[in-house]
């Protein structure tokens, strides 16, 4: 069956909220310049569109990436770390980790734990969008973009088989 792109967001929406969040970052860190930690591959676009609009110096840009849990292993809720980062990065430092969505937590869960074990001085977590009707693990969202429904959303680096990432404002892909 083909789909189509209903729009969700907008350009306009999405760049509103990118400054309102480096805003309130900026507000809270002043020159405790952080260290920003990106989930791969779905923030590259948010991440680099909201550090250039932090005033805030910024100590380092750090990215890791995890596997997806296919539908075979969804039950399973295990997560593994495929590309991590040194301890040396986040030990002592303001850690953000930056995600794109936070929708069942399983991902943002096992990356907030890898940073914890690195004992930052604080660690907090920054999300474009929040899907809450999908969790299944409590999930605290600091710095939080905007709540969607559970709709299957692609656009601004979230894609389905790594299509439609592209996008520069966040659709639903629905059956035509
Ligand atoms: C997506 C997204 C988040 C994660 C959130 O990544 O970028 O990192 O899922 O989902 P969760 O809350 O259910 O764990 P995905 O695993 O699809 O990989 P990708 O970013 O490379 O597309």
């Known amino acids: 069956m083909s789909k189509k792109l209903v729009p969700v967001i907008s350009q306009q929406e999405i760049a509103d909220t990118v400054k309102r969040l480096a805003q309130e970052l900026d507000r809270d860190y002043g020159d405790r310049a952080p260290v920003l930690v ?4 779905g923030c ?3 991440l680099a569109d909201l550090i250039r609009q932090m005033q805030t110096p910024i100590q380092s840009i750090e990215l890791i990436r995890l596997s997806s849990y296919g539908s075979a292993t969804e039950s399973s809720g295990e997560v593994k770390v495929l590309v991590g980062l040194p301890e040396s990065a986040i030990a002592n ?3 953000i980790l930056i995600e794109d969505i ?3 937590g399983l991902s943002t869960t096992t990356a907030l734990q890898l940073l914890q074990a690195y004992n930052p001085a604080s660690l907090k ?3 474009l969008l929040d899907k809450p009707e999908r969790r ?5 969202i600091d710095y939080l ?3 969607v429904p559970n709709l299957f ?3 601004y680096g979230l894609d389905v088989n790594e299509q439609y990432r592209q996008l520069p404002a966040i659709y639903a892909l629905e059956d035509e």
């Open 93 to 95: 430092q303001h850690v």
């Open 102 to 104: 936070v929708d069942t």
């Open 136 to 140: 299944r693990v409590p999930v605290a």
């Open 145 to 147: 973009g905007i709540i």
């Open 38 to 41: 990106g989930v791969l591959k």
């Open 153 to 155: 959303i692609v656009g």
């Open 125 to 127: 977590l920054c999300s």
């Open 44 to 46: 590259f676009i948010f």
